[in-house]
């Protein structure tokens, strides 16, 4: 069974699951060093069933660079054609630098993703600015638009904005792609406003964070919260989403919920949360972190079955019954004091570039 796909900008397709790179990156796993021989498996492995498209960024430590190792393997074995794996990467000026970014800065930071990647254009290239405060986000998404001209980016997109934001570059005649927001049965923050602006705008949202660093499996099930040591930077972050959301106590007993509906389907209750996020108004895609060749069978299950109006209304029942985390997506990331943002590194794209 190949992949789904979905037709992001007229004449691009991605399939719904896109493989996350953000794993891979210089100290997010936090258990010990990764296993590159095992990831490099998992990428032919992922490629060969249709999901050939890796989500990076500039400041995933490393994580460009492996990729672009993969891509000058697959050409060196002579069976590669420049379109056969597609790159969305991010464009992360450092918060320290944000009042001194121009065009020519934005180029070399283009630059040596397309180098670091072995590719000679970016498939998207998602804008992330991290403070709305610091003027030049809007001239900042335009020098992406004359690297689109140039040929370098086919196209633009944007991660971690909010509405009034995304609204500000859409009418500035920014075209963009699409948008990608942290968007899980824990963190309902799309819903309340962005999906429908993207929804009205024909923005299609990418969404990252649907199995919650993996706490959304079976491994979980049935866990103590004082058993829990995070193995990964991303569940450092999701534990603080639980806390605030369902609780452990609502946490767990989502997990036995979403177990019982995937009995139904036969499938495991990654690809129940998975599902239930894609099936979601004006989503196209989940993001889903590799970090070992572990779960390669997964993401086909996910499109082995079909909801019914029932489970779904169930899960829906249930998660409506808790706390939805407060404000728009990334407003506690971005908000001083608070532990989401106490957490971020906002200052390693310089220091790579160095
Ligand atoms: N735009 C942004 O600001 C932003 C922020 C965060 C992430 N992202 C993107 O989203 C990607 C996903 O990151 P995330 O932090 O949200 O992690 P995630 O995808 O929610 O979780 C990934 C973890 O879940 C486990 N897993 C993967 N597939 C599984 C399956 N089928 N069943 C059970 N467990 C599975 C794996 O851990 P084990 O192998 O240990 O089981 C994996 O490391 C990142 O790599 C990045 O590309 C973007």
Not at 33 to 54: M, V
Not at 61 to 74: N, P, Q
Not at 325 to 352: A, C, Q
Request: glycine residues 6%.
């Amino acid at each position: 069974m190949k992949a789904e796909t979905y037709e992001l900008a007229p004449g691009y397709y991605a399939p719904r699951v896109l493989n996350g790179c953000w794993q891979l990156s210089l100290g997010h796993s936090l258990n010990g060093p990764l296993d590159f021989a095992d990831i490099r498996k998992a990428f032919y492995a992922l490629k060969e069933r249709g999901f050939n498209t890796f989500d990076c960024a500039d400041i995933y430590t490393g994580a460009e660079e492996f990729i672009g190792d993969f891509i000058a393997h697959l050409q060196a074995e002579g069976n590669y054609q420049e379109g056969d794996v597609q790159i969305h990467t991010k464009y992360v000026p450092d918060l320290e630098y944000l009042s001194k970014v121009d065009f020519d800065f934005t180029e070399s930071i283009i630059d040596r993703s397309l180098e670091r990647l072995h590719k000679s254009y970016l498939d998207v290239v998602q804008f992330h600015w991290w403070d709305y405060e610091v003027p030049g986000m809007i001239e900042t998404a335009g020098y992406l638009k004359e690297l689109q001209k140039k040929g370098k980016i086919k196209h633009v997109s944007v991660t971690n904005f909010d509405t009034d934001h995304l609204k500000m570059l859409v009418d500035a005649g920014i075209t963009i792609a699409s948008c990608q927001a942290q968007y899980s049965l824990f963190d309902l923050r799309p819903e309340k406003k962005l999906q429908t602006y993207c929804k009205e705008n024909n923005i299609p949202l990418i969404c990252y964070g649907t199995l919650a660093g993996g706490f959304l499996s079976e491994k979980y099930l049935g866990k103590k919260e004082e058993e829990i040591k995070p193995e990964t930077r991303s569940q450092v972050k999701y534990l603080q989403v639980i806390e605030d959301s369902l609780g452990w106590d609502g946490y767990q007993k989502l997990l036995a919920l979403l177990k019982e509906i995937a009995s139904h389907y036969n499938v495991g209750i990654s690809q129940i949360a998975t599902k239930f996020i894609l099936e979601q108004e004006d989503v196209a895609c989940a993001v889903i972190g590799v970090r070992n060749s572990r779960h390669v069978e997964d993401n086909n299950r996910i499109f082995s079955f079909q909801f019914t109006e029932e489970d779904k209304k169930c899960i829906r029942a249930f998660i409506d019954g808790y706390p939805n985390l407060p404000g728009e997506p990334f407003e506690l990331e971005r908000t001083i004091g608070s532990k989401y943002r106490n957490i971020m590194h906002m200052n390693i794209n310089e220091e790579e570039q160095s």
